[in-house]
């Protein structure tokens, strides 16, 4: 898969769009800065880190069901990394249903779910 890398000296949203396009049709590996809003999420890959840490913010809430819910996601985002990490094909064939376990409960939980904390 190709990818392609540039380093500038602005991330904004003009600057996103400049670079990649109006019609954009790959994939961006997002920190979700907000410059990068105007593209579809089926056009996102969000950063593992970054959920990461979110999961454990998850995990480190006060009512138990957000505690148990933050410590599965963790739970499944760390297993799916530690296969990437180990083999890159074992990921492919076996870690992918853990990751995408937990990027469905992480949908649930940023679209319909009354314990994710809404601005």
Avoid at 23 to 30: I, Y
Avoid at 94 to 102: D, N
Wanted: include cysteine.
């Amino acid at each position: 898969m190709p990818a392609a890398f540039t380093m500038l000296l602005s991330r904004s949203r003009k600057t996103a769009r400049e670079l990649l396009g109006e019609s954009f049709s790959g994939v961006v590996g997002s920190d979700r800065w907000g410059a990068y809003n105007w593209i579809s999420t089926l056009h996102c890959q969000l950063c593992w880190a970054h959920l990461i840490r979110d999961f454990r913010r998850i995990a480190e809430r006060d009512d138990e069901d957000s505690r148990r819910v933050g410590e599965r996601l963790l739970d499944a985002g760390q297993k799916g990394l530690r296969l990437h990490d180990r083999d890159l094909y074992a990921c492919q064939e076996r870690g992918v249903a853990s990751i995408l376990a937990a990027g469905n409960v992480l949908l649930h939980l940023t679209t319909d779910s009354p314990l994710t904390e809404r601005p």
